[in-house]
């Protein structure tokens, strides 16, 4: 069952690359809140996820994004400014400074400088704005990725298996920090481990097929059988929760921080 306002509603649609389904017409619906994407390497996340950033056009059937039809120009163009997506990997901005690479993409989401100022100190980046991406902890690169996909405050963030590479405890440090991005979260991942107990609603795909567990909350849930729904009413998204960055330990990011730059400064590396 879609939920009344939902953020993503697929209907009918079906998603293909190197000739196979990566995901076989189905519909569903995706509300506020935050949805977990499990599956392996290569059972299309990224694709999926691309899709639903408008990159990528579905085989067939009709995608709705945030009550617009992305099936029409009218309809993209006003839902792409509402959309944050963080690709897997952004090693491409591995040479560039925090505050240039947040600004990088302030620019083309037209936002002011203000917003820019804003969104390094929301995401505690304050301090490594003048670092160089590529030096920084991971924790600390993914802040600023964060940054950058979320400085023209979109409504639905989508997130390409973000904790990888992370240490548990630094992954578990920016839960909070994910949950509170938007009024709707998708994060990939390639093991349902590390997104059950704090994901509102956890997916899996595999095989063109997408499942929803039964319990998010569970541990090791048992897959049920494909999703059945229903069409939704179009319109804006209600905001889940307050958009408040917690964040839970500054010390030890900027102790982080400060030791990766010292490092990187005697040749070692990070
Ligand atoms: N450039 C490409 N050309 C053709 N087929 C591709 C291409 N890139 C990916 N594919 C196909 O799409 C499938 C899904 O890739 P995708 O990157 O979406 O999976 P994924 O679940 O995100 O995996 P990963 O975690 O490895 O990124 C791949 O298994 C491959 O068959």
Redesign the pocket.
Known sequence: MIAGYSAIVARGMGVR??G?W?LRPAAFGIAEGVAGLA??????????LATFATLRRPHVGALEILGEDTGNSTGLRAVRARIGYLP?RFSWADGMKVDEFVRYAAYYKRVREPQVRAVLKRFELSEAAGAEMGLLPPDVRLRAGLAATCVHEPDLVLL??PFAGLEAAAAAELVPVVRTLAPSVVV?A?AAGPLAGWCDRLFT?ARGRLTELPDAACADPAPMGPLHTEPAPAGRIRAARPLVIPVPDRRRVARRLRLALLTAGSGAGV
């Open positions: 690359r190197g196979r990566l599956g392996q390497q290569g059972a299309g996340k990224s694709t999926l897997g390409d298996d990939a390639e795909l």
